[in-house]
């Protein structure tokens, strides 16, 4: 549950957004075409989630999906 804690924190949701927003630069700006893109894409997921307050891969641990619900626990 600790896990589901600090990525529902203001520190987490930082730390997924720096690391989506390296996602997309990595993909359209290293890789480039179509790998460049996929990766591209694949680092919009962190972003949302950053700003959306949710964790994709706390169900899997046992955690709740929404970060204010992880909080809150």
Do not use: H, W
Not at 18 to 39: N, R
Request: aromatic fraction near 6%.
């Amino acid at each position: 549950m600790g896990f589901a804690k600090f990525m529902a924190s203001m520190t987490g949701r930082l730390v997924r957004i720096i690391a989506g927003i390296a996602l997309i630069l990595i993909g359209l700006l290293v890789v480039k075409d179509t790998g460049g893109i996929i990766l591209a894409v694949i680092g919009v997921l962190p972003v949302l989630a950053g700003v959306f307050n949710f964790c994709l891969i706390a169900p899997i641990i046992g955690a709740p999906f929404q970060g204010k619900d992880a909080l809150s626990s």
